[in-house]
């Protein structure tokens, strides 16, 4: 009588085992859908995506597009992550709390050459710089501006001269002094949120100061070379330890194409790295494994303030609650960062997900978070199904 039950439970679970991947065939089909039907769209020249579901043990990469010479953009192809540099530099920040080098609430001058730091913020005839924090600089509540895109007193923004001028490589001290020159501060430090590349900027510079070695080398130390992220290197700065069997995917500014220019060393510590799809979801997964900071750390990195509807800001970490950008959305969260070229990396904690890729194009930033918010639907169906009996 055993032998039967035990029998009839194995054709059982056979049967539902069979259902699932059934499952899985259809969410791979709709998201192969999704993904070619959203980067079809005009201004989309190529884009890259990556699903790594461990509840649902789905893997999956997709590549869409050319290169300018014709060739397809490969699964693997590397690109440019734009500002989901700042998380790892998040991370090494992190770290050197752990080794207590650092504290997220000591003065960010301590750490600094007064030449840096002198008249950096000056708030309503009022000098602030000794009261920002290593914690304001990581979560954007210094008050200092972005040397990117806010307007400057006079002259252009960093974005507007990146175009000016194409073939000017920046150092870090460059563009430090090309924020002194033009740039005020916003509010008082610890006061309110402003999304800025400037604070990043000084976070590089803390991390050179205390390891007395150049960001890309600490970055290839600690993180890259560690985790056997081999196709991650800072751009324009240092090479992979395996070159791609292609070359980075181009990125476009509405329709001007970016790529090859030097000007776009400019995002330092605030973005500069180029990696795979691959590589940036090892990272996430070491991440949020507690692989490259312990749990503490990790939770203190999430100690969230609000940015804007249905979005909060961390330490070098972004949250979306995707029920607050629209009430008829699935109660979902997802935790990681995104770029001003539309790349990605998000984990989805309810659904053990992680989401990494590019749409390689400034103007679908939104565009890029509305497809995101379509695949965890997709995502959270096929789970809901699998544990429907």
């Known amino acids: 009588m055993k032998t039967r039950t ?11 085992q069979f259902l699932f991947a059934q499952d899985i ?29 461990e509840a649902l043990d789905f893997q999956k990469s997709w590549a869409y597009g050319q290169f300018k010479n014709g060739k397809k953009v490969e699964t693997n192809s590397p690109f440019h992550t734009a500002s989901l540099g700042k998380t790892f530099t998040a991370v090494i920040i992190a770290q050197l709390v752990e080794e207590g080098k650092l504290d997220y609430d000591l003065p960010m001058f301590q750490f600094l050459p007064d030449s840096i730091t002198n008249g950096l913020h000056v708030w309503e005839g009022k000098h602030w710089t000794q009261e920002i924090t290593i914690g304001h600089l990581l979560q ?90 081999i196709h991650t290197s800072m751009h324009l700065r240092s090479q992979p330890l395996e070159e791609s069997a292609t070359h980075m995917t181009e ?34 997964k070491a991440l949020f494994e507690g692989k490259l900071v312990d749990t503490k750390s990790l939770g203190g990195m999430q100690n969230w303030t609000p940015a804007s509807k249905g979005t909060y800001y961390g330490y070098g970490l972004m949250q979306w609650r995707i029920r607050e950008l629209f009430p008829l959305l699935p109660n979902l969260t997802l935790i990681g960062h995104h770029g001003f070229t539309g790349a990605f990396m998000y984990y989805c904690p309810e659904l053990d997900t992680y989401l990494s890729g590019t749409f390689n194009q400034s103007e679908f930033q939104k565009g890029s978070v509305e497809f995101l918010i379509k695949v965890l639907m997709e995502l959270k169906k096929t789970k809901t199904d699998s544990q429907t009996p």
């Open 6 to 16: 035990l029998y009839i439970f194995l054709i059982a679970m056979s049967f539902f």
């Open 25 to 53: 065939i259809k969410t791979e089909k709709k998201l192969d859908s999704l993904f070619q039907k959203t980067a079809g769209k005009q201004m989309i020249q190529n884009a890259l995506f990556r699903v790594d579901s």
């Open 140 to 229: 954007h509540r210094s008050g200092l501006s972005d040397y990117f895109e806010d307007q400057p007193k006079t002259g252009n923004n960093m974005l507007e001269v990146a175009f000016e001028k194409p073939d000017k490589f920046w150092t870090p001290q460059e563009m430090l002094d090309f924020y002194k020159a033009g740039f005020q501060a916003r509010f008082a430090p610890g006061t309110d949120y402003h999304y800025t590349d400037t604070e990043y900027l000084l976070l590089g510079l803390i991390i050179e100061a205390l390891e007395q070695k150049p960001l890309h080398e600490v970055f290839q130390e600690r993180i890259f070379w560690p985790l056997g992220m």
């Open 251 to 284: 990125i476009y500014f509405g329709k001007a194409e970016v790529s090859s220019m030097k000007s776009l060393s400019s995002d330092w510590a605030g973005g500069g790295l180029r990696s795979t799809t691959q590589d940036i979801s090892i990272f996430m």
